[in-house]
């Protein structure tokens, strides 16, 4: 086979060599077979798989070090959690935050962003006050606002999307004003792979005086990330989009928004001193984290970023951009079929949303499968995004650092047998 090393240019001035096949080598289920055909994992929204580095550090974990943190004065405690700690700095590192106790550990994106719908919205915010949002965010930035404003009475106002998945700026203008308090938006649409302009977007939000919250469940895993730089106030993102193990979520917040919040969930850990009377809570961040957490995980999700620190976060999108541009000339040829998304592709994450003409997005999902090719067919918890493009749903691939020209054609072939399998028009 040819060997594939790629030069996607220079990252902080170091010169990196993108070498494709020792990276799928640190993934064994790439070698898996699915259907009698070699698995071509083209679902990386949904969850990126997990290179041999990760999975050693949970087998460490139990194996060598396995008690629990901030509690024990031995060794085995003191030593997960230094391990526990040091995966705070390396998250904290990795999205250019200044201080690691502005990471607060989460399940998921989905629980960051409850955590600060239940905490800082509820403290701050009052009946009449505004949230804006957009049309494409994927459910987990809408329901929890849905659910705040029918508790408050906050009123929730939608920037809405143009025909192919960008936001409607002109709107946005007009809808961040005086009332609102909170923007909450996505770094990149999970179902169309559009990457919003966060940094344009909280500058309106923040000459309102308003906070901004920015779910990073698809851009962070794939994109170069700075919090300061796209002007956040909140990030929410999830480890196992991004080589890590499920479980594991990351709540970013400034310092004085987290200090003047109130707690989460009520336990072990979250407190300072308790009393038959009352009780008096921890200091960031452990106030936001009661109970045992989800110690191995964690730890293991600082060894996946190292491991996106050393490819750099400049190759892995250089390396999905160029999958994207392969993807998308390849896929147009095929008959019948519809590609959703942003045309200027400089604005497009390694998501491609499509359609064929006359059949089900699951039968495509389907037939995909049984050449072992893995995508994700539905609405993607994005209904509104199906709802303006009046589509019940979609088929999505989407790209990873794994991810080949060669598994593109294989999408391409599969998808050219969905259509001779269906027939129609196209057959
Ligand atoms: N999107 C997808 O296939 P959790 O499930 O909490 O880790 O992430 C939720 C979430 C929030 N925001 C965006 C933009 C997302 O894409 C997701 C998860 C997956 O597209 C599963 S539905």
Known sequence: ????????????????VYDLDAIRRDFPILKREVNGKTLVYLDNAATSQKPVQVIAELTRYYRDYNANVHRGVHTLSQEATAAYEGAREIVARFIGAKDPCEIIWTRNTTESINLVAHTWARANLVAGDEIVISEIEHHSNIVPWQMLRDDVGVVLRYIPML?????????AKRLIGPKTKLLAITQMSNALGTIVPVAELAALAHAQGA??????AQGVPHLPTDVYAMGADFLAFSAHKMLGPTGVGVLWGRMELLEAMPPFMGGGDMILSVTMQHSTWNDVPHKFEAGTPNIADTIAFGTAIEYLEALGM???????????????????????????GPIDRSIRGGVVSFGLEGVHPHDIGQVLDSYGVAIRA????????????EIPATARASFYIYNTRAEIDALVDAMREVVRYFGGVHA
């Open 211 to 216: 906070i901004v919250l920015v779910d990073g």
């Open 163 to 171: 025909q192919d998945g960008t936001l409607d700026m002109a709107a």
């Open 378 to 389: 539905g609405h993607h918890c994005a209904q509104p995004v199906m709802a303006r493009l």
């Open 1 to 16: 086979m040819m060997r594939q090393s790629f030069n996607y240019g220079t990252d902080a001035n170091v010169h990196r």
């Open 314 to 340: 400049e190759a892995v999108r250089a390396h999905e951009r160029e999958l994207l541009d392969y993807a998308l000339d390849r896929m147009v040829d095929v008959p019948g079929v519809t590609l959703y």
